[in-house]
């Protein structure tokens, strides 16, 4: 029977049928092609089997690894240049810790440095290195350290031995060179020559090299070669734990090293084997004895003091000097033009009131001596408020003043009361009137009180204005006359420095034998009796013409004063 394709009706009969005996396979077979597919892996599958997932690879492999690290390299670098306080804060906790130990290791290092210097510096063994370094040209530092070191590891290279690429590289602190890959390269030509050039074995290459106070010792495996920069002299137990490592990264890393296709990322876990080798053996030393350390210090010490006290002592006397210079500056009555410093000490000069300071006196109080200042000076009359007072005062000679005379200064007037002595009172006027008190304002003496003038003037009103009389007919023994009186008064005035005068006026009369031969003995004897009861007093010069016939004569008295 020929084959016919069956009509629509058919089809829909037969879908439905199959649908009825296989739907609901057919349903879960769709579900699991879709999941299996991706189509409908939900987020939280994902989340969940994603742990596992990592984990069974990367132990499998480094490919996943490969795999993440461009991107996570990508995110981090995007993240930084975004935000870097996250990656700050993220990485603080353990970046810190980090800082402190590198600090104290450097450190460490620069301390025992510093220490193996100064001990071998001054010792008779240090001599002997300086004297080596000095002949052979080679640096102290690196003498000391032969010879204080048995031996010391401060490279490791692992060189993949095809290809000649450093895999792994590791340093210790102090080292320095060249470029690492630079040395592999090098290191892969050699042997590579070395091997052309001579018949040997293909596992076989170079065992050591030496190159000044270093050497360089290669352990060769199949596929890697691992080199250490060795300075010393390495023991042979270092040689068998070299040949020990290298066969460890071989038992690890013998698929990678058959393999290499040039990434080094894959060895990037056999630094931690590379450090292991920088090791460092220093020569077991006897006590060290202390006296030399002592004896230097002690010295350090003393030559530090001695330092120290002679910069202290010269900035306080650069102070000092400093001070002294603005006080002279300042000083009234000084006009300082020269100030300076000599090789025996100080010289200053200028213009100088005789009434300033003494400038000697002024540096002294700033403790510099007397004996190391030479002063050169020249006289000038200041206008200095203060410097006239002094003059002033001086010039009038107030100290002999008592204690009653009473100063007050107003700018530059002067006003004086109180009671002075009579010959001061004097002074002080005869000054005002000469005007002698330079610089000086107004002198107010309104208030000054002439004391002992007063008393005497109280005693001089005793007798001035007597009446004397003479008898008719007589030139002596006047009657009113008071000699007592008199005598007090001129012994008064002698005490204490008050000029006396005495004056005789005849009055008109009309005695008839009155004539003018009678009226000159008379005022002759007047006169000689006053000088016998004054002696130290002044007997005023005769009038022109004395009245005729006049027998009644006053009595005149002048004080402090030639008038009467």
Known sequence: MPDRKPTTAEEATLEELRNLLLGQERAELKE???????ARLAPEDIGRILPAAVRSRAEGDQELTAALTPAIESAIEVSVKRNPAVLVDAIFPVIGPAIRKSIREALAGLTETINTSIEHSFSPKGLRWRFDAWRTGVPFSEVVLKNSIVY??????????????????????????????????????????????????ESEGIGQVEFGAQLLEVAHGPTAILACVVRGSLPASFRTRLRETLEDIHSAKSDLLRDFDGDTRSFEDTQLKLEQLLVEERPKQARRSLAVPIVLGLGFSLVLVLVVVLALRSYDESQRWQDAREALAQEPGLITLVEQRTEDGYLVGGLRDPHARDPLDLLDDFGIARDLVEGRWAEHRSDDVEIVRRRTLDTLALQHGGADLHVSWDGLDLALSGRAPHALASRIRDLQASGALVGLGALDLTDLRDHELDTARAKAELVRGLQLSFAAGSSTAPSGLDEAAIEDLAAYCAAQGIDLAFGLR????????????LQLQRREHLEARLAELAPGATLLGHRALDPAGSSSVRLLVALDSKQP
């Open 32 to 38: 699991l092609r879709d999941v299996v597919n991706g």
């Open 152 to 201: 010391r590891v401060e490279q490791a290279f692992l060189i993949h031995r095809s290809t000649g690429l450093l895999l792994a590289h590791a340093t210790s602190t102090p080292a320095t060179g060249s470029d690492p890959d630079m040395v592999s390269a090098m290191l892969s030509a050699i042997e590579s020559f070395v091997s052309d050039s001579f018949e040997g074995h």
């Open 506 to 517: 005849f009055e008109p009369g009309s005695e008839p034998g009155a004539d003018l031969l």
